[in-house]
């Protein structure tokens, strides 16, 4: 027996692709409702479906340009994005798992574990508490996983506040902002078009985020007005963080498997279930493997945050007119986020003052 805990993507991707293996799946939801409440823009590249086929129901929009602002430049570029209905993509992902054979129990919290091969749960529709016998416990429920807390797995992560609400907007709906500089001191802005008149409009900070996110809210709307928030915390990744101790595994934002340079964990998890499954089927040691396999990206996404985080609104300035080039843009459209090795070294190929910015690592 197999218990996850947590039915976001990770947890669930990862049942439905032990579910496939004949594993006995027992996947757990604090929420009455998978998908709910959402606390994600959505947005993924194409490389989505290097792991699954999405349905047209999931797709709120296709952008195919991304605007890039610094404090002085604007540039444009081709891209191809994908905004989901995050709700619906939970859901979806659960339902593959359902369908593989595996048992989903909602409303049902994880409480800890009784020994090394039980856990103790709560049905919170009757507060009835519950013993799941578990040969490997995988907690899949996000950046505050309670999981990784009872096992004592690394609980020195970082965290951004992401601020997000949904708000009216008249917007390019081909197109999706995001914005850089010294207003936005820890991690950037974004402007996600999901319908004509409707955006999502967030950003990140480790400080005073509320603060920030009102500034750039009148900045763009001229109001303070929102539709409703989607807000969350985004994990750091952490590249000591210890992922597998024992017969206890995490994964997606419990494991700190998120893209430092844009906050993205839905690829990085999809990725991390397969090479999780193929640990548990094949008696792996995952915190090495999960380092072979996805490290080095993981890795390369901290190391630019960390220069980024160091930049000026002039730096800023600097970096987009080097990026408004068409040798530029035309690598920026061949690899996207999701494959930031290739990415970087045929930017740099193509641009080699992209070095200048090496400076930022001393």
Known sequence: MITIVGAGPAGSYLAYLLAKQG?????????????????????????????????????????????????????????????????????FIANMAADAGAKILTNHQFIGFN???????????????????????????????????????????????????????????????????????DFFGWVVPESEDVARLGLGAFNNA???????????????????????????????????????FLIGDAATQVKATTGGGII????????????????????KEFKKQSGRELLLHLKIRNILDKFSDKDYDRLLKLMNQEKVKNILKKYDRDTPIPLVLNLLLREPRFLLFSKFVL
């Open 23 to 91: 594993k006995d799946i027992t996947l757990i939801e604090e929420h009455d409702k998978i998908g709910s409440p959402v606390q994600c823009t959505g947005i993924v590249t194409g490389s989505i479906e290097k792991f699954v086929k999405l349905p047209s129901n999931i797709i709120a929009n296709r952008c195919n340009k991304v605007v890039v602002v610094s404090k002085n430049k604007r540039i444009v570029a081709e891209t191809g994005e994908i905004v989901m209905w995050r709700n619906k993509f939970d859901e």
């Open 115 to 185: 020994n090394t091969n039980s856990i103790k749960t709560k049905n919170k529709n009757n507060n009835e508490t519950k013993n799941i016998d578990s040969e490997i416990v995988v907690g899949a429920d996000g950046p505050s996983s309670a999981v990784a807390k009872a096992a004592n797995l690394n609980l020195n992560s970082k965290f951004y506040i992401g601020m997000q609400a949904k708000v009216k907007l008249k917007s390019d709906l081909d197109a999706f902002e995001t914005h850089f500089g010294e207003s936005f001191p």
């Open 210 to 248: 509320k603060e920030h996110f009102y500034k750039f809210l009148e900045s763009k709307t001229g109001s303070k007005e929102i539709l409703c928030w989607e807000s969350g915390i985004i994990p750091l990744y952490d590249p000591k963080k210890i992922i597998q101790k024992d017969n206890v």
């Open 268 to 287: 990085p998890s999809l990725k991390a279930a397969t090479t999780l499954c193929d640990c548990i089927i094949n008696n792996k040691d995952y915190n």
